[in-house]
């Protein structure tokens, strides 16, 4: 009887490892990010209001976003976006604080904004002087911008 209970326990354990395992968040970049431009869209906006919301299977937290500056615009440029993420770390969802300015990039499918850990989504007071002055997207231009000496 110990022996089985000791057995169950162990497969369950392997079991919870192995479901943390499919639904943890990598991104996959070979250098770090400076900017958005190599996503669908990039902008600086401060979030108004935030609500969840179900997606696709994984449930979705949804932003409302008053765009200041649009950095790699999406065809409308409109004054408010919503912008979603998924609501949880593991499902590499990002939490954006309401109040809040940041600078915002991620992907555009259909008419919806999506972001999420592996984009560039950083808050606008914690980027550098320098690079908040290079946050616009020309083609042609590299995305790799260096620190002034």
């Known amino acids: 009887m110990e022996k089985s209970a000791k ?8 079991l919870a490892v192995c ?3 499919i639904h943890t968040c990598s991104c996959y970049w070979p ?3 400076e900017n958005g431009c190599r996503f669908d869209y990039s902008l600086r906006g401060v979030v108004l209001n935030v609500r969840n919301v179900n997606g696709r299977g994984i449930p979705d ?3 409302l976003v008053y765009v ?3 950095y790699k615009a999406i065809p409308r440029r409109p004054r408010f976006v919503r912008i ?5 770390g593991a499902s590499c969802g990002v939490q954006l ?6 600078v915002i990039s991620g992907s555009v499918n259909g008419r919806r904004l999506r972001t999420n850990l592996c984009t560039y989504t950083r808050t606008w007071d914690r980027i550098p002087y320098w690079q908040q002055q290079n946050q ?5 231009v590299s995305n790799q911008i260096s620190a002034p000496s």
């Open 61 to 63: 937290r949804e932003y």
């Open 97 to 102: 604080q309401r109040g809040e300015r940041y």
């Open 19 to 21: 479901i943390g395992c």
């Open 7 to 14: 057995l169950t326990c162990l497969v369950v354990g392997f």
């Open 84 to 88: 979603r993420s998924a609501r949880q």
């Open 68 to 70: 200041q500056r649009y």
């Open 136 to 140: 616009h997207c020309h083609l042609g």
């Open 31 to 33: 250098d770090p990010l």
